[in-house]
């Protein structure tokens, strides 16, 4: 009977030890969600900006600069419920203005033009990068989170499921080629 008893305990202790650690490799995961989601929105704020920045710098010509201007602006005032549509449309706007390789070099040639096509560029590939860290680490956060063990006993607590962010963030060719 004691024997029973102790085995059942050590057996109970090896089941807590277990739930424990994967209750932490799961909040750990979702640590990860929050410094990637922290990393998208810098990098989108600093692909609006920078796109607000060169269209109010007058390099481009006057209808470029206003759709440009406007899907910046839209997307840094975004409500997180429409943000995803609006910086899809920011990344359409870039590409219909920046489709041609000729565009990026009329930039280029204005003064102070080098710069401001180097940041674009730049701010245009660290987009995907960071929305593909962040959705892989939902992916494997939501992956935990569909266990039998994590849900019976509840071991994500109150955290929301964790979203993917997605949105169109293909580069505008002419852009995605330039060297940063």
């Known amino acids: 009977m004691t024997e029973t008893l102790i085995w059942t305990v ?5 089941i807590g030890v277990y739930l424990s650690w994967t209750a932490g490799r799961l909040d750990r995961l979702h640590m990860r969600i929050d410094a990637a989601r922290a990393a998208l929105d810098a990098q989108l704020l600093r692909r609006a ?6 269209a109010t710098s007058g390099v ?3 209808a470029a600069s206003i759709v440009l201007y406007e899907a910046a602006h839209a997307a840094r005032q ?3 419920d429409h943000r995803e549509v609006a910086e899809s449309e920011l990344s ?7 489709g041609e390789p000729e565009q990026v070099e009329l930039v280029r040639q204005a003064p102070g033009g080098e710069e401001a096509a180097g940041e674009l ?10 929305r593909r860290f962040h959705n892989d680490a939902v992916r494997a956060a939501r992956a935990l989170r569909r266990h039998r063990k994590v849900r019976w006993f509840r071991l994500a607590g109150h955290a929301p499921f964790p ?18």
């Open 10 to 14: 050590v057996a109970l202790i090896l």
């Open 49 to 54: 900006s920078v796109t607000q920045e060169l």
């Open 60 to 62: 481009l010509d006057p």
């Open 78 to 80: 975004a409500e997180e």
């Open 92 to 98: 359409q706007a870039l590409r219909a203005v920046f």
């Open 121 to 130: 560029a730049a701010a245009v590939r660290r987009v995907p990068m960071a």
């Open 163 to 180: 979203l993917a962010f997605e949105m169109d963030d293909e580069p505008p060719v002419a852009l995605a080629d330039r060297p940063a």
